[in-house]
DNA sequence: TCCATTTTGGTACTTTAGTATGACTGATGT
DNA sequence: ACATCAGTCATACTAAAGTACCAAAATGGA
């Protein structure tokens, strides 16, 4: 955290310098125009590049967008789909039927469904795959 | 893909002519050399945004960085790690044994092993922690 | 060479996951 | 009113996963 205050702090600063640098070059008419115009759009060009990097340094804030036409056109239910989130998330059959107060059971019903529809073998395979369909 | 060809190149008549445009407005005075510095500047800013932004859209190169420092810290060898990779991939035990030319019960003792230091009950929770752990 | 660690593998066991099948309920549309 | 379907749950079974404990190669340094 206080590396990112840090690095942000002197890109701010490097940016002001800059900008008081370019005005100098410009009215004291040593550098060409198309000189100072082009260090100023690379510069702000990779700024860009580097500010949209650093927003998506955590993996939460990822721009995952979930497909959810795809989800459709695979006929998984809410309630299955719930489920797979679930899954996903790591947990057992009994701690998914305790979270969303349903039986073991019911889960188990839904769990090969689901393997059915998203043509996997295993839960951990169902997992891989709805992240690859870009729905979970 | 066709779509963003020919985004990429109204981008880019976009900036040359903006490039035109200002050196108009440079050489004839019409405008303040801040405000025409500004404007290059933050177009510049949100094109870089906008460059990265699409550079990410396919989920395979999502720049997911590996913290190598929290494997070692966690005492994951590079058998385990192998093996914790397959996990995440969906493998059964079974399959993962064959692909690592390795009886079943090595891999068992592997994962059992790998539960144990990531802390999971099970190999798809221990997927789950390793993701937010940036180790896979 | 010797030590520590990793890697490998086995047996025996418990737990969890997954399949197959059938049945009941409630909502929805015709 | 009736068929349809999602959702619920059960039983009985097989398959896979995971635990505990042990032990022998191999690997890589000191």
Do not use: C
């Not at 998984?76 to 039927?97: D, H, M, T």
């Amino acid at each position: 955290m206080k590396k990112t205050v840090l690095v942000f702090s002197l890109l701010i600063l490097a940016i002001l310098l800059l900008f008081q640098l370019s005005k100098y070059a410009l009215v004291s008419n040593n550098l060409q125009t198309e000189i100072v115009i082009a260090v100023i759009a690379i510069v702000f060009f990779f700024v860009g590049i580097f500010i949209h990097k650093k927003s998506l340094q955590k993996p939460g804030l990822l721009p995952i967008e979930i497909d959810y036409k795809k989800i459709e056109s695979l006929e998984i239910s809410k309630r299955e789909y719930e489920v797979l989130q679930k899954i996903a998330e790591g947990l057992s059959n009994r701690e998914i039927a305790d979270t969303l107060f349903l039986s073991e059971s019911t889960i188990k019903t839904h769990v090969s469904n689901l393997l059915v529809k998203l043509n996997a073998k295993r839960r951990t395979e169902a997992v891989q795959i709805a992240k690859s369909f870009q729905i979970i």
